[in-house]
């Protein structure tokens, strides 16, 4: 992700606020789950996570627990589950001060397993529910996630 123009103590205080502003609390072990994703350039699974946080933590956290966790940090918009590989990226626009109208898109190296969090136009997406239309489908979800090979995997081969 490149949320590393910021710190993540600048970004873990943006999100706090963010979460104050709608009335619900970024707790000490939501801090800790969204810090962990935020080291991170590529997707973690729950029970990834819940490994990096009971390796830095005295006190175990439950695979449940960060479930719940990131259902809040999903529900806050602050993180963004990848259906495709059920694993959990922190969202780009944590800093952002501004509403985003595009849903996020998400383009995914099959070998680093790097993740980049993209923006599509809205056009495109009534294009895309139009086909699915024509076909006799309904979208159940308008995330898209693509997988590819990243520049840095690319220029290593």
Known sequence: MTMKIKSSAAVLLDAE???EDRGVKLTSRRRQVLNALLQEDRALSAYELM????????????AMSVYRILSFLE???LVHKLSSANKYVACSHI?????????????????CTRVEEAEVSSEAFVA???V???AGFHLESRQLELSGTC????NSQ
């Open 17 to 19: 606020h963010r979460c």
């Open 132 to 134: 699915a239309q024509t």
């Open 95 to 111: 800093t952002c001060a501004h509403q985003h109208y595009s849903r996020p898109q998400f383009l995914i190296c099959t070998n």
């Open 128 to 130: 895309m529910e139009q």
């Open 51 to 62: 490994e990096v946080c009971n390796r830095e933590s005295n006190e175990p956290m439950p």
């Open 75 to 77: 529900k806050q918009s």
């Open 151 to 154: 520049n840095d995997c690319r």
